[in-house]
Structures are given as structure tokens and as C-alpha cells.
């Protein structure tokens, strides 16, 4: 029996590898005998370096860079020496996760922090750099990200525009004199799994500005400014990618990455799937056990349970999923490889018990589930 786990990440609760070890635990109890393949994965948002270095010969290198509201904060990224790549997760230098609730500005948080992570990058000599851009504070186009690497954003006086989107409605002039030469020989390739534009009703702004601290006027503010951010990108760079999917992702980070660095987007879950090698390991399995959170409709636009199921069904393996809470409309999914889905609580729970009990859970699920497919297997 060869059963792949591949699971994404319980936000605020376990990691992709804690997910696959205590569904592993499960499983082991009821088929002691059977092969285990851990593959902890992501798509694209927190948790997307860990998983790649844990399936791959790699580094995790550390420093301090600048945070979403200007303070240091210390931020990881991944290094593959093999073949010059960086894995850069925009989360741990411009992440929501890093200002608290209470403190939460889209008017003023700056992707600044991941250009510095990008030029660590560029230090190190990399050719290719991987940017998972999900779970950003941030709503500034990606403009932080870029005045780091050497882009100058001027206002009418001459002078340099303070951090955040807000300020760009200010925006006069860009300057790219002194942008770092070494970004046009390196190949940019964006994890994201989200496929917004830059502005309007469905852009950056709109959608994904309010749980980032913006208030409705903001939002409407933010929009504006981000358009004028694009008016004066598309001058400069002779092309205009403001409607492209995926512009809108990370508060407008994607878009400064198809506009400045030429980058391609790929799902994030395709992306952690190649690096780890998922689909050489699902070959020849008798099942595979995947897993998020919270399991629903929006799982299909991308997400880690769907690009499991898609490899998956190639191979004709069945795919199982494990989820915190099954949402709205989590059926449709069984249209697309999923067989059949199992929720982590058995009863009434608040969200602090799953989290806080998720281990055991995950662990008499799994076990739970072992026994059902022994059952309708016949097998011993």
C-alpha cells in the first residue's frame, strides 16, 4: 500500500510538514506496514518556502529587512545551490501576519521588504527567483518592492514618495536610471493563486483592501491612486499590463512584476509541484491524502487540494481530502479529482479548540479513514 500525503498548511495552526506527520500517525495505526510519502505542500501564500526546502537540497537563509509599516522585521528565504534559485515568500517581509489586527494600513504598508529580499537574491547570484506573493499587508502596486531595487518614484517637487499606495496618487514621475541592472538576466517566475486585475471593481483595491485596514473611502482612494501608479508605469515601460490576470495580486505586486521584471505567472500549487517532484511520487499510489483549512468553491481557483487532484487524476489515483471545515459548495470540487472529503471536527468546536487539538484530529481522521478504504478494499 503507497500512500502519498500531501497537504497544504492549517493557518494559525500547523505546518504543511505537522499536517502530513500527524495524518501519517493515523494512517500508520491501522496500516502499520504501508509506505508513507510525506510531500508537504503549498500554493503560493505562507508556507510555500518551508515546503519546497523540506522536499529539496536547500538553504534557508535569514536577515532583517524593512516590514510592512517600516519597522525591521526578520525575514527567511530558500536558496537551491543546484540551480542558482531563490525561493522568495513575499509573506515574510511584507505578510499580513506581521502587523496586528489593531494596526492593519493599506494607505501606508510597502512591499519594500521583498525587494530587499529580491536583491539578496541578486547578491547571491541567482538565475532564477521564485516569488510566492500570497498573504501580503500590502496594497502599494508592488512600488516598495521596486523603490528598493533601485527605481526612484518622484512627486512634482523632485522628491521621493513616501511608502504606501495612497502615496502614489502623488506620482510625478519615475526614474529608473539606477534600477539594479542584474533583474533583466534573471528569469522571475510568480506563485499566486489569484488571478485579479490591478483596479476596478475586481482589482487589488476593492477585493482585498479591506482586510487589510482599508475603510470604503480608502478603498476608492487606493484604487485611484494604484491607476495613476499604472498611467505613469505603462509611459515608462511602453506597455500597459494593469488588466492581466493576476495584476491585483498582493495589493499590486503582481502587476509591478509582469511590468518591471518581466515576470511569468503559474499557479502556485504547479510551481511547488515541480520543485518537490509531486507527480514522480504520485505515480503508482494507492491513494493520496491532501488537505487546507477550509475546503470550498474557492479551492478550484487554484488551491492546494485542486493541483494535488489534478496530478492525481493523471495517474488515476484517488484523492482524499482532510479539511478544518468544509465550506459552501465544497461538492463541485468532486468534479475535478477529489473522491471524497472528510471535515477535522466530529462535533461542535470552537476555532481555538481545532486549532489548538488540530494534531489529534488530524490523527483520528486519518485513522478513521484508513478504516472505511481497508473495509471497502477487503484488504488486511
Known sequence: MKIVIAPDSFKDSLSA?????????????????????????????????????AACESELHRINVRGP??????????WLPQSHTAIIE??????????????????????YGTGELIREALDAGAQRVILAIGGS???????????????????????????GGL?????????????DPRLAKVRFDIAADVDNPLCGPHGASAIFGPQKGA??????????????????????????????????AAGGLGFAAKAFLNAQFTAGVEVVAELVGLAELVEGADLVITGEGRFDAQTLRGKTPFGVARIARQYGVPVIVIAGTLGEDYQDLYQHGIDAA??????????????AEAPVLLRERAGDIARVWRLAANKP
Do not use: Y
Open 17 to 53: 510538514q505537522g499536517v502530513a506527520d500527524a495524518i501519517g500517525l493515523g494512517l500508520r495505526e491501522v496500516w502499520p506496514d504501508a509506505q508513507l510519502i510525506k510531500c508537504p505542500m503549498a500554493d503560493g501564500g505562507e508556507g510555500t518556502v518551508d515546503a519546497i526546502l
Open 69 to 78: 509599516l517600516g519597522t525591521q522585521v526578520p525575514a527567511a528565504w530558500g
Open 90 to 111: 513575499m509573506a515574510e517581509a511584507s505578510g499580513l501576519q506581521l502587523v496586528p489586527p489593531g494596526q492593519r494600513d493599506a494607505c501606508i504598508s510597502s512591499t
Open 137 to 163: 499587508a500590502t496594497n502599494d502596486g508592488g512600488a516598495g518592492a521596486m523603490q528598493a531595487l533601485g527605481a526612484r518614484l518622484l512627486d512634482k517637487q523632485g522628491e521621493t514618495l513616501p511608502p
Open 167 to 179: 502615496a502614489l496618487a502623488q506620482l510625478a514621475r519615475i526614474d529608473l536610471s539606477d534600477l
Open 215 to 248: 475603510s470604503a473611502q480608502q478603498v476608492g482612494q487606493l484604487d485611484r491612486a494604484l491607476g495613476h501608479f499604472a498611467d505613469h508605469c505603462a509611459k515608462v515601460l511602453n506597455k500597459d499590463v494593469r488588466d492581466e490576470p493576476g495584476s491585483g
Open 342 to 355: 472528510f471535515s477535522l471536527t466530529g462535533g461542535p468546536m470552537t476555532l481555538e479548540q481545532a486549532c
